[in-house]
């Protein structure tokens, strides 16, 4: 057998040699060519799984380690009976990291106390599900928007996307690209919904770049209408608007999913799925070689301190979200290489938080984010 993989997804060399020929290529660099002989494909979303790409080759499976499936055509590829899966759910704690970043960077930069703020969550998935939580330990209001759970599940517990936009404070983006359709999400976020919105609200972005209206979003920023954004998608990846980056109070290379641990969830599925497929000998695979992080053991005094500055202190302590902003902003050609050579993060069950004082409600919020507590 022969498997092409993508070179930069983590913890796969050698897990699956003893089985296939496996050769590792950049993303860009996979071709039709390359595929003529190949069985198997595991890629991330750079790699588009298209007509171009598939067609006369011998791939019979494809798997990307990634939450994302838009950049394979599934039309195309059920019509060839070429299978293929993607890794829900495998980054949704290290974009709810993410997002927790970003709105305690908020909060102390601006003194906006996230206590009692509203959070319209738009998307309510895995990944939008955990951020709901993450709002919920942060003691905030949480509205949330889905209309496909909506019709599934029923209204109770949803709202629609006008009262989320027009009652929020912050409004965060979680949801899938679908470029058509009742659930069509391309400029979701366009001129009228930040028109809705009221007068000093914030946005942040996480899913998908083509769901906003880049020069709605830009006029919206520039009207005082908005805040401010915060946005790690972009529409025309990686060719960014830097007009818009340079707008934003934070703004990064699409990395929100990128912890470690993210990443070895999504290789765990991806290898798992292409062992089931093909009969491999390997069952519930996960790498054993994550990383450690540098500094695992997180002091905090609390004397003089709110809950949320002790969440604060915790949260950028296993992730700086500025770094990965000021990279991007210093460089906005380097997306990629950013990208691919992403530095270790970390997720919060990684991390001994000992607290100097502190009431037993912030050990409880710490424990509810993941954090061991002493």
């Known amino acids: ?9 983590p913890f796969l060399k050698g897990v699956l040699e003893p089985f296939a020929e496996v050769i590792y290529l950049p993303g860009h660099r996979i071709d039709n060519r390359i595929l003529q002989d190949a069985d198997a494909l595991l890629v991330r979303t750079r790699t588009r799984c298209n007509e171009a ?11 990307t380690a990634t939450i994302g499936y838009d950049h394979i ?6 019509s060839k009976g070429i299978a293929w899966t993607n890794a829900p759910g495998c980054n949704s704690s290290s974009v ?10 908020i909060s102390g930069q601006f003194r906006y106390r996230l206590k009692n703020k509203t959070l319209g969550i738009v998307g309510v998935g895995n990944v939008g599900s955990k951020v709901s939580s993450l709002a919920r330990i942060l003691e905030m ?6 209309p496909p759970r909506a019709r599934k599940e029923g209204d109770e517990g949803f709202a629609g996307l006008e009262q989320v936009l027009m009652e929020s404070d912050i409004v965060t983006a979680h949801v899938p690209l679908n470029p058509a359709g009742e659930d069509s999400t391309v400029n979701l976020f366009n001129e009228d919904c930040f028109r809705m919105m009221r007068k000093g609200t914030w946005f942040i972005n996480t899913s998908r770049g083509e ?4 020069l709605a979003l830009k006029n919206a920023l520039d009207s005082g209408k908005l805040m401010g954004a915060v946005l790690d998608v972009w529409e025309k990846e990686p060719d960014i608007d830097t007009e818009l980056m340079e707008k934003t109070f934070i703004s990064t290379p699409h990395i929100a999913g990128y912890s470690a641990d993210g990443k070895a969830n999504g290789t765990s599925m991806a290898v798992n799925a292409l062992c089931e497929f093909f009969g491999f000998p390997l069952k519930d695979w996960y790498p054993d ?15 003089g301190k709110t809950d949320e500055d002790v969440m604060r202190e915790a949260v950028l302590h296993t992730y700086n979200i500025d770094d990965d902003s000021v990279r991007l902003k210093q460089m906005p050609s380097g997306f990629e290489g950013q990208r691919g050579d992403y530095p270790l ?10 607290l100097k004082g502190g009431t037993r409600n912030t050990r409880m919020m710490l424990r509810d984010l993941g954090f061991k507590v002493v």
């Open 53 to 63: 790409l598939l067609r006369n080759t011998g791939i019979k499976f494809i798997a």
């Open 141 to 146: 209001n949480v509205l949330l928007n889905d």
């Open 289 to 303: 070689n994550v990383p450690a992080p540098d500094a695992p053991v997180i002091l905090v005094n609390c004397r």
């Open 1 to 9: 057998m022969k498997i092409i993989a993508d070179d930069k997804i």
């Open 73 to 78: 055509d599934a039309d195309f590829c059920n």
């Open 211 to 214: 769901v906003t209206d880049t």
């Open 345 to 354: 993060r970390r997720e919060f069950p990684a991390y001994t938080v000992i």
């Open 96 to 105: 709810r990291q993410y997002v927790a970043a970003a709105l305690l960077r």
